[in-house]
Every structure is written in C-alpha cells, then in structure tokens.
C-alpha cells in the first residue's frame, strides 16, 4: 500500500494553515486592496509564502509530481470503465500494463519505472486521486444470460 501520511496542524511550527485560509488571504488583497502584510498577519500566514502565491511561485504540490497529467489519468480510467461494462473487469496489473502501452505509445520513458512499468504503488496512489470516479470491486464471472435478467423474469418466477 502506497504512503498517504498526513501531518496534523499545529505539529510543526511552520506549515500552520491551510489552502482555504491562503485562497482567502489572497482574495482579500486583490478584491479588498488589503497589503500582502497586512493579510499575512490577519491569516497568520507567513509573507513569504503568500508573496510567492500571488506572484505566481512556488505553486506545485509537496512531494513529487504525478507522470501522468489529470488528463491522461482519466483517459487511463475512462478505458477501465469501458472495459468493466464491456464485461471485461481490469485488475490493477491491467491498469499498470495500459499506463506501460500509453508510455511506450508516446515514447516517454519514466526513470522510475522499471521497464517503463508502473508499480502497485503507482495504481493504488491513481486509484486513491481518484477515487469518486472509479473504485475496486471484485469481479464475479457470470454468464452473460445470467446477467441478462429483466424485472418481469424475476416477477414472473417468484
């Protein structure tokens, strides 16, 4: 299972606030005309940190950065789901192979990856980003005729 460690507020003495309160404190020097002192100090919010926000620094996430960008994630998704109402359920190494051919597709090529192949960690952590889209379910082989139940069958045999 992939890391998903999250620091608590007031831990640490730097990092005490959230993204709301720096979207807020921004909002707050463009549309009121506030300083960018003035609001650091209102939303206790360091004034490096809030200068680097509003001039456009300093703006990815903490950690490393995803390969994929959000777009060629959800295309990755979208094909799983159309396999799954296809009546092929993926697993997650199929998941991992489709990441390897859309790599391999655009001849990038991932140091991280051995083989260009992306890792369990790498599928749960996608799974994870994204996990109002699409989830994990286990997959139980039916027939296609069994499937294939209306509401008058069943009404009709019971």
């Given at each position: 299972?992939?890391?998903?460690?999250?620091?608590?507020?007031?831990?640490?003495?730097?990092?005490?606030?959230?993204?709301?309160?720096?979207?807020?404190?921004?909002?707050?020097?463009?549309?009121?005309?506030?300083?960018?002192?003035?609001?650091?100090?209102?939303f206790k919010?360091?004034?490096g940190t809030?200068?680097?926000?509003?001039?456009?620094?300093?703006?990815?996430?903490?950690?490393?950065?995803?390969?994929?960008?959000?777009?060629?994630?959800?295309?990755?998704?979208?094909?799983?789901?159309?396999?799954?109402?296809?009546?092929?359920?993926?697993?997650?190494?199929?998941?991992?192979?489709?990441?390897?051919?859309?790599?391999?597709?655009?001849?990038?090529?991932?140091?991280?990856?051995?083989?260009?192949?992306?890792?369990?960690?790498?599928?749960?952590?996608?799974?994870t980003r994204?996990?109002?889209?699409?989830?994990?379910?286990?997959?139980?082989?039916?027939?296609?005729?069994?499937?294939?139940?209306?509401?008058?069958?069943?009404?009709?045999?019971?």
């Amino acid at each position: 299972m992939p890391r998903s460690y999250k620091r608590k507020l007031g831990a640490r003495r730097y990092r005490d606030y959230d993204d709301q309160s720096v979207e807020g404190a921004l909002q707050r020097v463009i549309d009121d005309g506030w300083s960018l002192r003035k609001a650091a100090k209102e939303f206790k919010i360091p004034y490096g940190t809030l200068n680097n926000r509003y001039h456009g620094r300093h703006i990815k996430c903490n950690g490393g950065q995803t390969i994929f960008n959000l777009v060629e994630e959800r295309s990755i998704l979208k094909c799983a789901g159309v396999c799954g109402e296809w009546g092929f359920p993926l697993n997650l190494s199929d998941l991992r192979h489709m990441a390897k051919n859309l790599l391999d597709m655009q001849g990038r090529s991932v140091r991280q990856f051995n083989n260009n192949l992306p890792g369990v960690d790498w599928v749960h952590s996608l799974l994870t980003r994204h996990k109002k889209d699409i989830t994990q379910r286990l997959a139980a082989n039916i027939k296609r005729a069994r499937a294939d139940v209306s509401r008058e069958i069943l009404i009709r045999v019971f």
